[in-house]
């Protein structure tokens, strides 16, 4: 252990945060012990792996994020708890006064083994207030970068330079996984792998329009947005396919997972002072990265999950129109089927000016990137408006896929996801069924049309990523707020809280003997299942989440059993039609009287001895 206590650079985790401006000369290649190491779930289905660490220095330790393209050091068994490792490229980063440090590229030094913990460090106290926030990334190689300067000057480009740039005038390029909301001075080079139609809204008399686009390297994915004068500005820039220099100012912001497919924790927003640059160099990014599932096992996919899918074209359908009842607005859908090897086919619904100009043949190989798993008739799937479609693309999955269709996958007969059975729904309130009644019985399915029904399960899930939201603290009023600094602000209500109050709008996964089922759960519901306010909850998952309390409180709400009043509606989300399962109302089971309902019961059967 001697060994490894000289190892470690002791204050370099301080220097990093507090002391930017000595850390190369002090502590050119930090090294750190890894005292914890955390899988945490992907926020989507198909993205990758990420890992939590907390790094000590002996006199403190810090929250750590693992970069995705140095997850193969826990793949490969090296990184464990215990382990010495040096720091060879990193970002440090603060955000709402917390100090997180990114992990791009790190070195286990495996001769120093795994170790208790060594010495008893301490949380990384804050810089002194009248000090401004460091942004500091250290790399060893040229793509990440070096130490990045204070800026000389201000930018004072233009937010759109005409023709192509060479990567020479960029000389310290920003990864994607690398961007956070204290990254001030960065240029990213990225690809354009879908662009979004022009969007109009109208809200509170204010109206105004936006487009997205995806961007790719190598290191990762994000969505950028353009509103107003930047969408009339960029939209034309931009073309699908191309590789473009970005540069701040662009505003880097929480992702809203809502209206994105992209793995990413964050995303863009164009600022009117962004640069934007073609780049001469269109050949040495990837072109679009997927994560395929396969048809058959959409079963296990979780409902509105996002996902990547190829198949080989069966069936178009022709165009077809449906009106939103919220905005009596019209949407153009066109279904599609597609198999794969798999042996199954799934239905794909595709919208607006895709479905419209889909003119593709049947048997053609088709990708989709971010479509949207729904349990519609079982399982189908919906392209996102965020998401694309390429067809007969040159990967290796096409060309496997046309060689198992044309040798043997013409011939085939394929199984579907669709629910066996379908019978009128159910109406009372008080009427309880098992859950596969209410599956078989198709409640929910009828359009217009909303069906009740009582149900005894066990919760044996809680999906813990989007628990609660910050609401507003006025009585009466739920609406959402936003942090705009200095507090918490209601649009609805034109006023600034200092704190939200955090209401519950959770998922969970209910069983009983017959199968399982996701209900959606209010603020009441969820305040009697977890045995707290979603604002205390959030409060230890902000101030303690080193105690293990929120996981605690988690594994204290599972496992128990409730009544539910539940109704089942149809309702379209995202261009997706889907079934929604909502508690009204929920109990804990009183077994004694569960007891003398089955007695009555089985008095009814009036069975002699």
Excluded at 553 to 573: E, G, S, V
Aim: proline share 4%.
């Amino acid at each position: 252990m001697e060994n490894a206590r000289s190892a470690i650079t002791t204050g370099a985790l301080n220097a990093i945060f507090n002391d930017p401006e000595t850390l190369e000369d002090r502590f050119p290649v930090p090294v750190c012990q890894c005292v914890h190491i955390k899988t945490l779930n992907a926020s989507e289905a198909g993205a990758p792996e990420r890992f939590r660490l907390v790094l000590s220095d002996v006199d403190h330790f810090v929250q750590s994020m693992l970069g995705t393209q140095a997850n193969h050091v826990v793949h490969e068994g090296k990184l464990k708890k215990g382990s010495i490792v040096r720091l060879k490229s990193y970002q440090a980063n603060e955000v709402k006064g917390k100090k997180i440090l990114i992990i791009l590229d790190i070195e286990v030094i495996e001769s120093l083994g795994e170790l208790e913990k060594i010495g008893e460090p301490e949380a990384l106290t804050a810089r002194p207030p009248d000090a401004k926030p460091q942004n500091t990334t250290i790399a060893g190689n040229g793509f990440y970068g070096n130490k990045l300067a204070a800026p000389a000057q201000q930018h004072q480009s233009l937010p759109q330079r005409t023709g192509p740039s060479s990567s020479s005038s960029h000389a310290n390029i920003y990864p994607i996984e690398a961007l956070s909301p204290y990254a001030h001075k960065w240029t990213i080079k990225a690809r354009v792998t879908s662009k979004s139609d022009i969007k109009t809204w109208s809200r509170a008399g204010n109206e105004g329009k936006l487009f997205s686009i995806n961007l790719l390297d190598e290191s990762g994915e994000i969505k950028a947005t353009g509103f107003n004068a930047q969408c009339d500005q960029l939209y034309d820039v931009f073309q699908e396919g191309s590789v473009y220099y970005i540069s701040s100012p662009c505003r880097v912001q929480m992702a809203k997972k809502q209206f994105s497919n992209i793995p990413n924790d964050y995303e863009l927003s164009f600022d009117k002072d962004t640069v934007v640059e073609k780049c001469e160099d269109q050949d040495n990014l990837p072109q679009v990265r997927f994560n395929f599932t396969n048809i058959a096992n959409l079963q296990d996919i979780d409902k509105d999950s996002t996902i990547d899918v190829i198949g080989v074209l069966k069936d178009v359908h022709e165009v077809t129109q449906i009106t939103s009842k919220a905005s009596g607005t019209p949407y153009d859908k066109r279904e599609l089927v597609i198999v794969d090897d798999s042996g199954y086919s799934v239905r794909m619904t595709i919208w607006g000016k895709t479905a419209n100009k889909f003119d593709a043949n049947p048997e053609s190989i088709v990708a989709f990137k971010g479509a949207k798993v729904s349990d519609f008739n079982g399982r189908s799937l919906s392209l996102l408006s965020s998401g694309s479609m390429t067809l007969d693309p040159d990967i290796a999955e096409a060309h496997k896929l046309k060689g198992w269709y044309d040798s043997q996958g013409r011939g085939e007969n394929f199984a579907s996801h669709t629910n066996s059975g379908a019978g009128a729904a159910g109406g009372r309130s008080n009427e309880e069924k098992t859950i596969s009644q209410v599956k078989e019985e198709g409640l929910g399915t009828t359009e217009g049309k909303d069906d009740y029904f009582a149900l005894k399960a066990t919760i044996v899930c809680i999906k813990q990523e989007t628990i609660s939201y910050p609401a507003c603290a006025s009585e009466n009023c739920n609406k959402k707020v936003t942090d705009v600094g200095e507090g918490w602000r209601c649009e609805k209500c034109e006023v600034t809280h200092p704190a939200p109050e955090h209401r519950y709008i959770m998922t969970i996964n209910a069983s009983d003997h017959t199968g399982s089922i996701y209900l959606n759960c209010f603020d009441d519901v969820g305040r009697l299942i977890m045995g707290m306010t979603a604002s205390q909850l959030m409060d230890i998952r902000e101030n303690d989440y080193e105690s293990g309390a929120e996981q605690k409180a988690f594994d204290d709400a599972n496992c128990k059993m409730f009544n539910f009043t539940c109704r089942a509606k149809m309702d379209n989300y995202n261009d997706q039609t889907r079934i929604r399962n909502q508690v009204l109302r929920a109990s804990p089971v009183d077994f004694k009287t569960e007891a003398r309902k089955l007695t009555e019961l089985i008095k009814k059967y009036n069975i002699e001895e």
